[in-house]
């Protein structure tokens, strides 16, 4: 995800903080320092420390969760919603689905229930926002109402929600998936603009949470749609055939004419047997240009960490990898280690595109 930075690795598991997050941190602060100038603020601290810690430990229910069924988890990323594990995929079950989903919140529930017998809480009453907010409240007391509200929060049937995947989950075992989808995405809009609706009177906070709700929404569906039409699709159906490769010993000023020449970004750069040893980018040709001048060997500037992908692989699989490494585009090789063709993020669009065009026609 952009904008987030990572700040340690446990259990395998890169924890990273998005920028917005600090948002958070920053209403919080300024709230403690209103009501009680520094000490409330150092407390304030310590408090977004433990709700800090609690955000982490859900996500590790997700991802041991998720481990139980042989799926790895890449990152987990604290968002001023909550966190987000970025699981390596979805289990493909409905009950898998809600496993994972559930133990999240369900972390917090077994955090909540040690608070409140360890701190002897039932005269606390029901917990609610201004608890949070109070810093007469003692910490704990406090800390047991954020995990509630982190529970029934999470529990909000929207993407990226828990509730969300738990919803798809559950119309996922009457309807195919991307139906389940295209319903559990819809009300997670619908709930998303209640918010921003509540928010734009009552609570600021709100309307950050709607249009993360709003486009969590959003590209869940579009994900889901993209895994439906290109189901049985393999990269050859997809690719680009007709581009400009360059010899190993090109200079920079043959990049330039090349790219001047066709509409090509990315070049692959290959031997005289045809075998690609990196693509080289219009960024960095423009950079290296700038830098070095235009004598300079394209072998010096191209990008070798780009991996390439057989012909057959299915186009999913493809659009994961690239997403992945971040590439600009993928060399396409065939059975013999040939080039043959170049995977672009426009093929993924166009795909789409036709398919969804197609699908529509045959409804
Ligand atoms: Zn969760």
Request: hydrophobic share 55%.
């Amino acid at each position: 995800m952009r904008w987030s930075f990572n700040v340690g690795r446990i259990a395998g598991i890169d924890i990273k903080i998005h920028a917005t997050f600090f948002l958070l941190l920053a209403w919080i602060g300024f709230v403690f320092y209103r009501q009680g100038g520094t000490s409330a603020a150092i407390d304030g601290l310590l408090f977004v420390l433990l709700i800090f810690l609690c955000v982490v430990l859900h996500e590790f229910g997700h991802a041991l969760a998720a481990r139980r069924y042989g799926i790895k988890t890449h990152d987990i990323t604290l968002l001023p919603i909550g966190g987000l594990a970025r699981l390596e995929k979805m289990p493909d079950k409905p009950g898998e689905e809600i496993v994972v989903a559930l133990a999240g919140p369900a972390v917090n529930v077994v955090i909540a229930a040690v608070l409140w017998v360890a701190m002897g809480l039932f005269a606390a009453g029901i917990p609610n926002p201004e608890m949070m907010e109070q810093t007469r409240t003692p910490l704990l007391v406090r800390l047991f109402a954020v995990n509630i509200w982190l529970v029934l929060f999470n529990m909000i049937p929207a993407f990226p929600m828990d509730g969300g995947r738990v919803l798809r989950a559950i119309l996922g075992m009457r309807m195919n998936y991307a139906r389940a989808t295209q319903i559990a995405a819809s009300v997670g809009q619908g709930i998303a603009f209640i918010f921003f609706i509540i928010g734009l009177w009552w609570n600021p906070m709100l309307l950050l949470i709607a249009v993360f709700i709003y486009f969590g929404a959003s590209s869940e569906a579009a994900l889901a749609q993209m895994r439906t039409i290109s189901r049985d699709l393999r990269v050859s159906a997809a690719m680009v055939t007709q581009f400009q490769s360059l010899p190993l010993h090109a200079t920079l000023n043959d990049a330039v004419e090349a790219l001047l020449r066709t509409s090509q970004h990315e070049f692959p750069v290959t031997d005289e047997l045809g075998k690609v040893h990196g693509i080289l980018t219009r960024d960095d040709m423009i950079a290296a240009l700038r830098k070095s001048g235009a004598e300079m060997p394209v072998a010096q500037v191209m990008r070798t960490d780009i991996p390439s992908v057989p012909e057959t692989m299915l186009f999913d699989r493809a659009f994961a990898v690239m997403q992945e490494c971040r590439c600009p585009a993928l060399p396409v090789l065939d059975s013999a280690g040939g080039l043959v063709g170049l995977f672009t993020p426009e093929n993924v669009g166009e795909m789409i595109m036709v398919q969804s065009a197609i699908g529509s026609r045959s409804r």
